[in-house]
Nanobody, 125 residues
Framework: VQLQASGGGLVQAGGSLRLSCAASGVTFSRSALGWFRQAPGKEREFVAG????????YYANSVEGRFTISKDNAKNTMDLRMGSLKPEDTAVYYC???????????????????WGQGTLVTVSS
């Protein structure tokens, strides 16, 4: 299984950015998928994701209404559209997949077996 995250960069506060994740060796339609982020000195945290059942999306409170997650099961790709970015959104963003995580653990990075390499998002004030 391989996941490849891309799209990070430097953006001013209030700006937008789109992250993409391309995967192989995992079936998106049957997997839980998530975007996580890790800021310097902080633990990795859930940003947005899909449960294994498919279409419903889940967001962290801190990004609700500003970020949108989407996926294309046929292409095994997942996007995270980020808007109204804030300096506190600065982090390395990771995409992740799991064949076994249950809904109650969707936000816990410990339950994801497969990870992309991360892409850095820097939001300047």
């Amino acid at each position: 299984v391989q996941l490849q995250a891309s799209g990070g960069g430097l953006v001013q506060a209030g700006g937008s950015l789109r992250l993409s994740c391309a995967a192989s060796g995992v079936t998106f339609s049957r997997s839980a998928l998530g975007w996580f982020r890790q800021a310097p000195g902080k633990e990795r945290e859930f940003v947005a994701g899909f449960g294994r059942s498919g279409g419903r999306t889940y967001y962290a409170n801190s990004v609700e209404g500003r970020f949108t997650i989407s996926k294309d099961n046929a292409k095994n790709t997942m996007d995270l559209r980020m808007g109204s970015l804030k300096p506190e959104d600065t982090a390395v963003y990771y995409c992740a997949a799991s064949n076994s995580v249950i809904l109650s653990s969707l936000r816990d990075p410990r339950f994801y077996a497969y990870w992309g390499q991360g892409t850095l998002v820097t939001v300047s004030s």
